[in-house]
């Protein structure tokens, strides 16, 4: 298996643009997680679904972020509109059940400018 | 005004010595506790992890500590190597809901 697959892996946009992150989990994997890595706060959870279905979203920021899941192969995280402080570097997770181990992809860099 | 990050522990070792990161949790009804190391530039890895019905699991080069009387966690990274370096996160999972640590930069000099 080629690992969990994020793209773009890098975005620069303009400040009111809308912007949308790809993840692709790893096959068989029935939990993925969208994950924001800033210097300011650390890696925090956004949200995460099991089988497609969104379980909590509590960590999305605010609702200008949303995410799905159409299928058990791709996922979704869009911004819109983004802002500057939007500006961080994005990760998708997969693993199989909830409490094991997560493999995360490569991540998306963002710039918002 | 001024931004200010995260200031993430430092430590930095000769190559061959070992090293122990350490972390301390803040939950007390987690019950799984999982060691990653992030390299720069990509995503956090898997190292090793832990139940809480133990207290001690040895991997290949690597052994974590968990005292849950104090909620501290520990990693041993035996005979680090320059490869080693980069920054390690503890997570903490309650209710299968993982809390990522800050983080501990750990530099190898060969």
Redesign the interface.
Known sequence: DAG?IQSPRHEVTEMGQEVTLRCKPISGHDYL?WYRQT???????LIYFNNNVPI?DSGMPEDRFSAKMPNASFSTLKIQPSEPRDSAVY?C?SSFG??N???????TRLTVL | GE????HLPTLSVQEGDNSIINCAYSNSAS??F?W?KQES??????II?IRSNMDKRQGQRVTVLLNKTVKHLSLQIAATQPGDSAVY?CAE?SA????????TTLTVKP
């Open positions: 969990v997680f210097m300011m706060r650390g890696l925090e959870l909590d990760f997770a909830l409490s181990e997560q493999f995360f992809g490569p991540g | 931004s200010v990050g995260l019950d799984y999982i990653y530039g990509k995503g956090p890895q898997f992890d996160f999972i299968g809901k993982s809390t990522f640590g800050d983080g």
